[in-house]
C-alpha cells in the first residue's frame, strides 16, 4: 500500500468557516474537510506544499457526493526560495494537466 505524503496548506484563495482549508491536513472519518465559500468568485486555489522533495505517482481527490469540482487543475512548483507576496506564495509553476469530475447526475450519485 502507498505512503500517504506529509504536507500543510500553505495558502488558499477562501474557504467556508465551517470547513477550512487547514482540515485538509488531517485524515480521519470525523473530519469534514474543506469547501468553498458559496457564492465565491472562481477558480478557487488551495496550495500545498509537501514536507520534502517527493515523487508522486497517485493523487487521490475524494468529493462530497453532492458537492463536486467541475474541474480541478494540477500544477507543480519548487518552493526552496518562496517570497510571499499578499499572502500568495511567489512560486513558477508547470501545469501537469487537470482532472474533469461528472457531477452525478447521470448515475443517480452512485458512481464513485
Known amino acids: ?23 485538509l491536513e488531517i485524515h480521519g472519518p470525523a473530519v469534514k474537510g474543506w469547501q468553498s465559500a458559496r457564492y465565491c468568485a472562481w477558480p478557487q486555489e488551495i496550495i500545498v506544499e509537501l514536507e520534502q522533495v517527493t515523487r508522486l505517482r497517485k493523487i487521490q481527490l475524494l468529493s462530497h457526493q453532492s458537492k463536486i469540482a467541475s474541474r480541478v487543475e494540477l500544477y507543480v512548483g519548487n518552493a526552496s526560495a518562496r517570497n510571499q507576496a499578499n499572502g500568495h506564495p511567489d512560486i513558477k509553476y508547470l501545469r501537469l494537466g487537470h482532472v474533469s469530475m461528472k457531477n452525478g447526475d447521470d448515475s443517480d450519485s452512485q458512481a464513485r
Open 1 to 23: 500500500m502507498p505512503d500517504k505524503v506529509k504536507f500543510r496548506v500553505i495558502y488558499c484563495s477562501g474557504s467556508d468557516d465551517d470547513y477550512p482549508a487547514k482540515s
